[in-house]
């Protein structure tokens, strides 16, 4: 079974510029989350999806940072404009419904976000 | 102040054991966590504890808990190097919660 998936792996852009991050939960997941790791600081939560709805988006930073889920499959996360301090390690994770009693949550890779 | 702490580094020699430690702030936690990030890899949940236990042991590993102090701590016996990762401990609050705490991780070295 393909574990969780996360594209692109690394990505370079400038300030101003504009970056998708696109994350593949595990099939028949109904629960996506993303969350950062800012340089030196802690993993953060950012929000929740249960299938195409966004549960919870209290950890969003601001406006620029939008998230969908259109259809319930995969999901992105567009920085625009990116400003030097998104930079980091944005990590998407899922979890099947129902879940999680014990806060198991499926982790992919990461996509480390790096603005000059 | 953080609400998950624990140190940055650790190095032990292989054979030995290791010692994570964690504190956390708050006490209405429910379910306090492992993770484990290998090198180019995900996050793992390595093993968990429910607030109202104190130790949960699984092969080479033992989680204590002292709820008191708000301290965890993770052993691994007989440590190898493939133990060699980041260990990120974490919190949750309310049965089902979604929303993990992590402290900012501990990086193990094992030295052959």
């Known amino acids: 079974e393909a574990g969780v998936t996360q594209f692109p792996s690394h990505s370079v852009i400038e300030k101003g510029q504009t970056v998708t991050l696109r994350c593949d939960p595990i099939?028949?997941?109904?629960?996506l989350y993303w969350y950062r790791r800012v340089m030196g600081k802690e993993i953060k939560f950012l929000l929740h999806f249960v299938k195409e709805s966004k549960q919870d988006e209290s950890g969003m930073p601001n406006n620029r940072f939008l998230a969908e889920r259109t259809g319930g499959t995969y999901s992105t996360l567009k920085v625009q404009p990116a400003e030097l301090e998104d930079s980091g390690v944005y990590f998407c994770?899922?979890?099947?419904?129902?879940?999680?009693?014990?806060?198991?949550?499926?982790f992919g890779e990461g996509s480390r976000l790096t603005v000059l | 102040g953080e609400d998950v702490e624990q140190s940055l580094f650790l190095s032990v020699r292989e054979g030995d054991s290791s010692v994570i430690n964690c504190t956390y702030t708050?006490?209405?936690?429910?379910?306090l966590y492992w993770y484990k990030q290998e090198p180019g890899a995900g996050l793992q949940l390595l093993t968990y504890i429910f607030s109202n236990m104190d130790m949960k042991q699984d092969q080479r590993l033992t989680v204590l808990l002292n709820k008191k102090d708000k301290h965890l701590s993770l052993r691994i016996a007989d440590t190898q190097t493939g133990d060699s990762a980041i260990y990120f401990c974490a919190e949750s609050i309310g049965a089902g919660s979604y929303q993990l705490t992590f402290g900012k991780g501990t990086k193990l070295s094992v030295i052959p």
């Open positions: 994770a899922s979890s099947p419904r129902g879940s999680p009693n014990t806060g198991e949550l499926f």
């Open positions: 708050d006490s209405s936690s429910t379910y």
């Open positions: 099939s028949g997941h109904d629960n």
